[in-house]
């Protein structure tokens, strides 16, 4: 017997995929087929997948014409495939010509002609893409332009400031520049809003009541009776209010959360995060408004603290320290958050630097992540003897503003953004917020 096997993502699956099939189960009498992990997808840098796993497999299922249909899950798995299954075959399309000729080693390689007009990315750019507006005056508004070129599900098609002294790469885009914000408003499905965090109540209000759902940097507000408000209103409209945490939609740090909560280093008692980067002076125009340290970083820090612990603290206590360059604004913020039977700190500053470590601990063992933890790939998780701790790694694409943009599109499509930030822990970081300024301002 003639052992074949292919592999492929099969998003959306295809005439294409289907010939792709029927070709390679021709070339023997037994078809295996590998369908692509999730994760694989991501790590690999293919973020656009529309389907789930589960969703392509079934697809691939359907069509018949597979005898066996199996996970790929890892670099360097389909060696091990060809083994384990005793492989004679190894064939895909002829847009991979060349890349698996190592695989000659194992069993014959043969490359298949690709099936010409027709493909996963041409159909997923052919569902409409959320047409996204940007509001802010930061220099970070162009990251977030050049991350949203990776993402088909979104485009970025106006921007909206005030300000645009940091803005002048965008302006050479062929995007809408307007000072005006209902206008703006009138052209998109939704806006991304990087503005500063007192001006965010009315754009967000704004934009809920003209129908457009909203993606917004945290702190989303900075008073709890307006955050319950908006979400009131979003909820009315059928709208989408996602919190802008670009963390929280790494994979490394959704696996963290993960090992944390599956109990791998016991009970949780102390969260620890610091988030600081004098570079952020640079980052606003001369007419703009800087935002204080705990503004800036004051919900990235918080992120792990209530993901991990929850939002039942009792007691919030701060130490804070005002920027000489900036009066009215904080240089540095330790925050105390206390639990029943947990504690937490976070060290945020903008006027102050130091190490940007998390370290979670718990009663069994801890997890490190090495500054700067708030875009990192990688982290440990550590015991009494070093001979347990594990390393884990996690590739990570730009800087994660693309699988929040991602996930922005998703929860627009299945009015759903909850998934990777709940709305009590957008309220509590939004508490953090209005305890801060009932103390300082
Ligand atoms: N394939 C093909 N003809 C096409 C599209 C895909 O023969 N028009 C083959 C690929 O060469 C591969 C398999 O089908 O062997 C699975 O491909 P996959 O990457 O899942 O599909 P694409 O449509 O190429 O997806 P994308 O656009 O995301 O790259």
């Not at 490359?111 to 507006?133: D, F, H, M, N, W």
């Not at 603290?313 to 240089?331: C, L, Q, R």
Request: glycine fraction near 8%; charge should be negative.
């Amino acid at each position: 017997m003639i052992k074949v096997i292919t592999y492929g993502t099969y998003d959306l699956l295809h005439y294409g995929h289907i010939r792709l099939l029927e070709r390679a189960k021709a070339l023997g009498d037994y078809l295996i087929v590998g369908v692509t992990a999730d994760d694989f997808d991501r790590q690999r840098g293919k973020i656009n997948v529309q389907q789930t796993l589960e969703e392509r497999v079934a697809a691939v299922k359907e069509t018949g014409i597979a005898d066996k249909i199996i996970i790929e899950e890892y670099e360097g798995q389909k060696i091990d495939d060809i083994k384990r299954y005793g492989v004679d075959i190894f064939t895909v399309g002829s847009d991979w010509e060349g890349y698996f000729d190592y695989l000659n080693e194992y069993c014959k390689v043969v490359y298949l002609p690709r099936t010409q007009g027709v493909s996963s990315s041409e159909l997923r750019a052919k569902k409409s893409s959320v047409k996204i507006g940007m509001v802010g005056y930061s220099s970070f508004l162009n990251k977030v332009y050049r991350e949203s070129k990776f993402v088909n599900a979104v485009d970025v098609t106006s921007i909206c400031s005030s300000d645009f002294t940091k803005l002048e790469d965008i302006r050479k885009e062929t995007l809408q520049c307007t000072d005006n914000y209902s206008a703006m408003l009138d052209n998109v499905d939704a806006v991304y809003i990087h503005s500063h965090p007192t001006l965010h109540y009315d754009e967000i209000h704004k934009a809920l009541e003209a129908g457009k759902h909203v993606l917004c940097e945290s702190p989303v507000v900075l008073l709890k009776k307006q955050y319950d408000e908006l979400l009131q209103l979003a909820g009315k409209k059928n709208l989408i209010l996602m919190e802008a945490i670009r963390t929280a939609y790494m994979l490394a740090y959704s696996r963290l959360l993960l090992i944390v909560k599956s109990g791998k280093i016991g009970k949780v008692v102390s969260v620890d995060a610091t988030c600081t980067s004098l570079s952020t002076y640079g980052n606003f125009g001369e007419n703009s408004k800087k935002w204080g340290s705990l503004e800036d970083w004051g919900p990235t820090a918080l992120l792990p603290v209530f993901q991990i612990l929850g939002t039942g603290y009792t007691e919030v206590d701060f130490f804070s320290i005002e920027d000489n360059k900036y009066p009215g604004t904080d240089a540095f913020t330790k925050v105390n958050v206390s639990y029943p039977d947990a504690t937490a700190t976070i060290k945020v500053g903008t006027g102050v630097k130091s190490e940007g470590e998390l370290i979670v601990s718990g009663t069994k063992g801890y997890i490190y992540v090495p500054a700067p933890w708030w875009k990192t790939d990688y982290f440990e998780v550590r015991y009494e003897q070093p001979e347990d701790n594990k390393r884990q790694f996690y590739q990570l694409e730009g800087d994660g503003i693309r699988y929040e943009l991602v996930e922005f599109a998703h929860a627009i499509q299945n009015s759903d953004a909850e998934f990777y930030i709940n709305r009590n822990v957008t309220r509590a970081i939004v508490d953090v917020m209005e305890r801060f300024k009932n103390r300082y301002c």
